[in-house]
Structure formats: C-alpha cells, structure tokens
C-alpha cells in the first residue's frame, strides 16, 4: 500500500487560487489513474480529477476549465491546480487511486476554505 500525504490547502478569497501537491511514499507510476477528491462538511467524498499515467485528465463538471490535475511519476507526486475558487470549493482534499475497488489508506487531507 500507499502512504499519501495532502498538502497547500489554506484560506482563499473568491476568485483566487491554490495548488495542492500529494506527495507518495512510493512509485505511483502504476496507479493509473491517481484521483484528486474532496469531502465538504455533511456531504460524502466526491472524484474531483483523475489523471492516467500517460497524462489523460478527466474532471468533474464543476470545476473542469478551472482545476487542472498533473503528476510527477519521477517525484511520486500528484497536483492540483485550483484557480477561479468559489465558496463551494470549500473542502477536505484528498488523493488516491482513482478506483474506488483500489484505495490505499487515506491520507489527513488538506482543508481548503474559501471565503472573503
């Protein structure tokens, strides 16, 4: 397994924007996809980004044009490029796998907050 660990999150103004970075304990080369998700207060984990190793993205209709997911398979590590961040950008933000059936352990997160 996986150890992942989530970081860059903070507080943001409407408008602005962030860039998260998951860092593995090892080659996540095979992990195809890795998956940006996010978890709001009262509301279930959702896929926000998937990218296969060749580099092929996919995005959740609310923030695909304003989120770009990449990955450095040399650095094990994955980012998430947030940009135009609205209030309901507000979350925990995880990654994994981007198959629920293949999940390492859950990483700590990191709390993004959006608000003036």
């Known amino acids: 397994q996986v150890q992942l660990v989530e970081s860059g999150g903070g507080l943001v103004q409407p408008g602005g924007s962030l860039r998260l970075s998951c860092a593995a304990s090892r080659s996540i080369f095979r992990i195809n996809p890795m998956g940006w998700y996010r978890q709001a207060p009262g509301k279930q984990r959702e896929l926000v980004a998937t990218?296969?190793?060749?580099?092929?993205?996919n995005y959740a209709a609310s923030v695909k044009g304003r989120f770009t997911i990449s990955r450095d398979n040399a650095k094990n590590t994955v980012y998430l490029q947030m940009s135009s961040l609205k209030p309901e950008d507000t979350a925990v933000y995880y990654c994994?796998?981007?198959?629920?059936?293949?999940?390492?352990?859950w990483g700590q997160g990191t709390q993004v907050t959006v608000s003036s």
């Open positions: 994994n796998n981007g198959v629920e059936t293949m999940w390492n352990p």
């Open positions: 990218i296969t190793s060749g580099g092929s993205t």
